[in-house]
Nanobody
Framework: QVQLVESGGGSVQAGDSLRLSCAPSGVTFSSYVMGWFRQAPGKEREFVAGINSRGGSTVYADSVKGRFTISRDYAKNTVYLETNRLKPEDTAVYYC????????????????????WGQGTQVTVSS
């Protein structure tokens, strides 16, 4: 059974940082593209960042480029989202997603392309 468990969310002030973690189980970690998405109240789920299965390629939404960093640790089977200089508009539930892919160069940005999802972790940024 595949499970993705996120952690690291919280309530912070604008300008602060958080590190989100996601630990998939039941998958061969190195065969999966990993992504982070977020959904704010009343809005659609949106792509935040993605990393290819081998870790050499990353893609970011324009709204977080230069502030967020996605990375993965194969020894710990964990993917991270380092969020810096947080803004109130970053407030959302953040979801981790996994997509099986043997094309090592690809990163996926559309939520229907992902196979598995975590339960989400809340990030609240106050001004």
């Amino acid at each position: 059974q595949v499970q993705l468990v996120e952690s690291g969310g919280g309530s912070v002030q604008a300008g602060d940082s958080l590190r989100l973690s996601c630990a998939p189980s039941g998958v061969t970690f190195s065969s999966y593209v990993m992504g982070w998405f977020r959904q704010a109240p009343g809005k659609e789920r949106e792509f935040v960042a993605g990393i290819n299965s081998r870790g050499g390629s990353t893609v970011y939404a324009d709204s977080v480029k230069g502030r967020f960093t996605i990375s993965r640790d194969y020894a710990k089977n964990t993917v991270y989202l380092e969020t810096n200089r947080l803004k109130p508009e970053d407030t959302a539930v953040y979801y981790c997603a996994a997509k099986f892919n043997v094309n090592v160069g690809r990163v996926f940005m559309r939520s229907p392309e992902y196979d598995y999802w975590g339960q989400g972790t809340q990030v609240t940024v106050s001004s």
